[in-house]
């Protein structure tokens, strides 16, 4: 769709929003901008080579723009549009996210631990986010068992003691309802709760440790037993935890990993030097899209309206359009730096998150996978699952009539729409190693040419030989593939980079899977072939009549179609056709009804 020149010239250069609607009116695209004027503009510069940004452009029936004060009020209208509209060109991600968190009443004569996702300003102290309402269920009766603390919400008054219940009773309350514990010394399990939360696990089993001498040398040993095993299970916690104590205070860290039209964002929570959880995002992205604007859109979207956002946000990749983020925060009172690694440790956390992005990444994608191709990719020691696998082979006699079929497997299936022929031009006599060049250059320099989908993998059906031709080729397009191919005699499988061939126990899935390629490229090379041969006998078997040259045998083809329909014609519809006598007519009916036709 081409857009009037006066309407791009109309923008303003302003900060604000854009957005793009196609011809129904329907809004494909929102964004923002510090200039509207120019960041609409590039979209509908001839250069424009980004596949996404050339979609949105030819979709583009009409232009909108809202102009706002600042960086931070684009931010929000867009997130509110993105939230209103779902335009498909915008990456989404969950929406109104909310983590789980600990709330500590310590305003309370007696405070209490609940799970909570709201924040509210009445004195509580709040710990979190956790990555799952499960993660925070189980933390949440560690810290009961362990510290006593209660979790119901009945008022406790001096006046009025009650019989303990049964959390009492399963040691997961100290029950200062019912005056089984002094105030002073459940407040300072309270206390003591909160250190284990903020992770000063140090400065905990200091205070512990000192207050079970304490009990001891005063031969309070039941309660000192407590202590212990109090102090015990700190440790333990203590060992268990993978981040060091080099860091201080909150943070995030998330990290981005991209591969074809799904990207994987990996958070894990870090709070007082402790990791305490982690949650992961599959999103499906348009082509196009770097991790950096993957990224980008994934903190604003769920950070916009988290009230609980850490002290530092670790990235992956450098965040683009930070004035956007910064000055938003900025008008928040939000004190965070958001960053890339800058120290040893703070690589080793963003190594830890991208690790875990990738395999969640992969195990998406694989999911539905046959294991055939699973085998084959550890087989061929692949970067990736082959989802799309194409088999080339060449077909001729004694050079004549050469020609090259591709078929195209999707998910180990055939996958009929990727069939491609192709009639051999630059090659003239017997060289099947040429002719695999032509078709390995004509069907990958299309490709990269009009930006078409690529194959994981291509299998060549020949030896060593044909396997070196396809592989140059590709080195000369500057196109990277790997390739196989599979020789007939002995099912030979070789590999790109590799001398020797592959020895595949023959109830292999990989195997089956590369035979089944192989043979349906077979196929369909030789049916094309025969084919061609077939119209080129039929196509000169009317010049073996005397007195049929070419234009005769053209209009004779032109009336009837094909030789079946001529041979089944009469004499008379036969020399209704201008210059065919009778008798030549005659002549053509005789000659086509002979049994040996």
Not at 154 to 178: D, F, Q, T, W
Request: proline residues 3%; charged residues 30%; aromatic residues 8%.
């Amino acid at each position: 769709m081409t857009i009037n020149k006066n309407i791009l010239m109309s923008i303003p250069d302003k900060v604000g929003v854009y957005i793009f609607k196609d011809q129904e009116n329907n809004v494909i695209y929102v964004g923002k901008a510090l200039s509207l004027k120019s960041r609409v503009s590039e979209y509908f510069i001839p250069e424009t080579r980004a596949l996404k940004e050339r979609q949105i452009k030819e979709k583009t029936g009409n232009i909108e723009f809202l102009i706002t004060e600042n960086e931070a009020e684009a931010l929000i209208l867009e997130n509110n549009l993105i939230k209103q509209y779902s335009p498909p060109y915008n990456i989404r991600f969950k929406d109104d996210k909310s983590y789980p968190l600990l709330k500590i009443t310590i305003q309370d004569g007696y405070p209490a631990i609940y799970i909570t996702r709201e924040l509210v300003e009445d004195g509580s102290r709040y710990f979190g986010p956790y990555a799952s309402a499960w993660g925070i269920r189980r933390v949440a009766r560690y810290a009961q068992r362990l510290f006593g603390v209660r979790n119901c919400k009945e008022v406790i008054s001096h006046k009025k003691i009650r019989v303990p219940c049964l959390n009492y009773h399963i040691g997961m309350c100290s029950a200062p309802c019912a005056k089984k514990i002094e105030r002073d010394e459940y407040l300072r399990s309270v206390n003591q709760l909160c250190l284990f939360l903020e992770g000063k696990i140090t400065t905990l089993e200091g205070e512990l440790n000192d207050e079970m001498n304490i009990l001891a040398k005063n031969l309070d040993f039941e309660r000192a037993v407590l202590v212990r095993d109090r102090l015990n299970a700190v440790k333990k916690v203590n060992q268990r935890q993978r981040v060091s104590r080099i860091i201080t205070g909150n943070m995030d860290v998330i990290g981005a990993v991209l591969n074809g039209k799904k990207a994987c964002i990996q958070v894990i929570f870090v709070r007082g030097g402790n990791l305490i959880g982690g949650e992961q995002f599959i999103v499906d992205v348009q082509t196009g899209d770097a991790l950096s604007k993957v990224l980008t859109v994934f903190i604003e979207q769920t950070y916009f309206r988290r009230k609980d956002i850490p002290s530092k946000i670790l990235v992956s990749h450098k965040l683009v359009e930070m004035s956007f983020i910064d000055d938003w925060l900025k008008r928040r009172g939000v004190h965070t730096m958001i960053n890339t690694p800058t120290n040893d440790l703070e690589v080793e956390l963003t190594n830890l998150v991208l690790t875990n992005a990738k395999e969640k990444l992969l195990m998406e994608i694989n999911k539905g996978v046959p294991k055939a191709l699973i085998e084959l990719k550890e087989i061929l020691e692949l970067d990736e699952v082959p989802i799309r696998i194409e088999g080339i082979d060449i077909s001729n006699i004694s050079g004549e009539d050469a020609v090259g079929a591709l078929v195209t497997f999707s998910y180990g299936k055939m996958d009929k729409t990727g069939y491609r022929r192709y009639r051999i031009k630059t090659v003239k006599g017997i060289d099947d190693y040429a002719m695999i060049r032509e078709v390995v250059r004509r069907r990958y320099k299309r490709i990269m040419d009009e930006r078409r989908i690529r194959p994981n993998l291509l299998l060549i059906d020949g030896g060593i030989g044909h396997l070196r031709s396809a592989v140059e080729e590709l080195e000369l397009l500057d196109f990277d593939l790997s390739v196989i191919s599979i020789a007939k005699k002995k099912e030979e499988l070789f590999v790109q980079g590799k001398m020797n061939p592959l020895d595949l126990a023959e109830d292999s899935g990989a195997l089956k899977l590369i035979k089944k390629v192989r043979d349906e490229a077979h196929r369909f090379a030789i049916r094309y072939h025969k084919n061609l041969r077939a119209k080129k006998i039929k196509k000169s078997l009317l010049t073996e009549i005397s007195g049929i040259g070419e234009i005769r045998r053209k209009k004779l083809l032109n009336r009837f179609g094909n030789i079946e329909k001529l041979r089944n014609a009469s004499v008379e519809e036969i020399a209704q056709i201008k210059l065919v006598s009778r008798s030549l007519a005659q002549r053509i009916h005789k000659f086509l009804k002979q049994d040996n036709y």
